[in-house]
């Protein structure tokens, strides 16, 4: 979590989907908070902590789970909260700069739970820190691909850090594994037919997408291409994009 050497987090909002999601497996079950005026702050257009959790609690409740509670508290009640936490902890001196209550009161408000995600929750894909569920239940992040759309070039199989999206052999297919989109949208940034998109909290609509095979009848190439119902072209996607089979010629003897 991105606390400062103050002990404080320099926005309330900046907690990640990632975050809240890692904290939450690791056993926090409320968040205690107080906050300035966020409206008059010049970063309040930035999605708020609020929104993140309504799309976690959504999921989380679709899957039976507990929600991740949110209370806001005045820093007056915090400050009181904060004083009779340490009394019962049997501290001789309770401190009273403004500065260690915030930093006692945000440890004593997550307990014994870490909340500095281990190492590598840093990189974890948030679909990965929040169980599977059942079919149709929404994860953080999930390619769909439009297999109208799609050309079967594979760019955006190549392009995906985290594998999300992959090729499959024998059948042939692409596999959509949303639980790994990290939402960097690197894939539809690469798709030059506009085919992917990336969905925010909702379930995925493709997991597997049948590819049949062809042969480019000008350049020879094997293909393949979405098994959307549609007669396979006998031109690979490059030379029906270019037409450049038609600059080839052959040479013959005499
Ligand atoms: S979705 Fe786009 S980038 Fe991916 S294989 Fe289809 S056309 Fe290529
Ligand atoms: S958004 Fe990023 S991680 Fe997700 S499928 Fe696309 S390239 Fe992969």
Known sequence: MPVNTDGL?????SLTTRQLLAIKRDGVTSLISTAGDCDSCEQGQAPRLQERLSSINQALNQRGLDPLNHGPLQAAKWHRLY???NRDRGSEAAPTGRRQWLLG???AAVGRASPHPAADDEWASPGTLIPRGREG?????GPVID????TGCDACIHVCPEQAIRLEEQPAAYRILPEACSGCRLC????AAGAVQV????????E???LRQGRCAACGTSFHVPDNGSRVSSLCPVCNQGNNYRGLFQVLPD
């Open 9 to 13: 987090l320099p926005c309330l909002h």
């Open 83 to 85: 004083l009779a936490l």
């Open 105 to 107: 009161g945000w440890s």
């Open 137 to 141: 239940q929404i994860l953080p992040w």
């Open 147 to 150: 297999p109208l759309a799609c």
């Open 188 to 191: 539809s940034d690469v798709c």
């Open 199 to 206: 969905a925010r909290w909702a379930a995925a609509t493709t």
């Open 208 to 210: 597997r997408l049948a």
